[in-house]
């Protein structure tokens, strides 16, 4: 299983932004597809934003497209979730988690956990005033 480890969660105010971070040793992000989840208390984890292998291709929900950019930064081996205006209901745990490459991150793409195998611990982020 690979590790994951995110970062860069806090507190912000409504139409605020932070810029989460999905890292990794041992192992190339680029070769594989990436996602960032969320889940907030009581309800389902669900997916936010997917990045292929080799950044071939990138899907956001549509609660979040417009607002956030996903994108790789291959000479840090890292994978980045901007999140731009804020919202409360932007408050979860967020998540990334590596899937095979031959997963397929396009508009059409549905979300699912099961897809991906390996999972990061998650990092809180708070949108409140």
């Known amino acids: 299983q690979l590790q994951l480890v995110e970062s860069g969660g806090g507190l912000v105010q409504p139409g605020g932004s932070l810029r989460l971070s999905c890292g990794a040793s041992g192992f190339t992000l680029d070769y594989y597809t990436i996602g960032w989840f969320r889940q907030a208390p009581g309800k389902e984890r669900e997916g936010v934003s997917c990045i292929s292998s080799s950044s071939r291709s990138t899907n956001y929900a549509d609660s979040v497209k417009g607002r956030f950019t996903i994108s790789r930064d291959n000479a840090g081996n890292m994978v980045y979730l901007q999140m731009d205006t804020l919202k409360p209901e932007d408050t979860a745990v967020y998540y990334c988690?590596?899937?095979?490459?031959?997963?397929?991150?396009?508009?059409?793409?549905?979300?699912?956990?099961?897809?991906?195998?390996?999972w990061g611990q998650g990092t809180q982020v708070t949108v409140s005033s």
């Open positions: 988690a590596a899937a095979d490459p031959m997963l397929f991150c396009d508009d059409s793409y549905h979300y699912s956990p099961l897809d991906f195998s390996s």
